[in-house]
């Protein structure tokens, strides 16, 4: 069964600093992978997802993601954090054998401060 | 794009009742998913269904917990004899249909969720 691990519970950082969420996976197949964001008393947001063949992937409000097959990875990077990216942030996973069911890691909340 | 709706928004209920939750999917969306979600966690897996089928459904899901999708349209979550643990905030989302890859990459589109308070 496909799984997914965020080893940090909350990452701090200045703004104008780079960041990173960290995210690993567990797939039977090959892995279809996504990044979400939720806002506080907002809905989850779609924020990217890993295209096949591209270990970097750019998605929304600058945010992007490197895949790391070896190492069983996809970790979320901005190359300059704002205040307002302060949030919480799911690593999610597909695999082939699981169906279209999506699973989700238990989040890693983000806090940019000025 | 009108987004995913749920409804209702909040919902009190007495330990025992039966509550029942409605989730409107994008229109063109052919896949529909429950999901759990208490404070702080991620959203954990309940069931999903692929226009009115439901093809998987969570093996921590007990029996007093069941969903339907009649019409392959918009879908009921039905919790029966509510228990405090059951407290905690429900979501729905869709997703587009197509080609087998397209569909495994297809991002799910979350509605604003039901949250629900047993006392």
Known sequence: AQSVAQPEDQVNVAEGNPLTVKCTYSVSGNPYLFWYVQYPNRGLQFLLKYITGDNLVKGSYGFEA??????TSF???????????????????????????????????????? | DTGVSQDPRHKITKRGQNVTFRCDPISEHNRLYWYRQTLGQGPEFLTYFQNEAQLEKSRL????????????????????RTEQGDSAMYLCAS?????????????????????????
């Open chain 1, 66 to 71: 490197e895949f790391n097959k070896s190492q």
């Open chain 1, 75 to 114: 970790h979320l990077k901005k190359p300059s954090a704002l205040v307002s990216d302060s949030a919480l942030y799911f690593c999610a996973v597909r695999d082939e054998p699981g169906g279209f069911k999506t699973i989700f890691g238990a989040g890693t909340r983000l806090f940019v401060k000025a």
């Open chain 2, 61 to 80: 899901l007990s029996d007093r917990f069941s969903a339907e999708r009649p019409k392959g349209s918009f879908s009921t979550l039905e919790i029966q």
């Open chain 2, 95 to 119: 997703s587009r249909g197509g080609s087998v890859h397209s569909s495994y990459n297809s991002p799910l589109h979350f509605g604003n969720g039901t949250r629900l308070t047993v006392t």
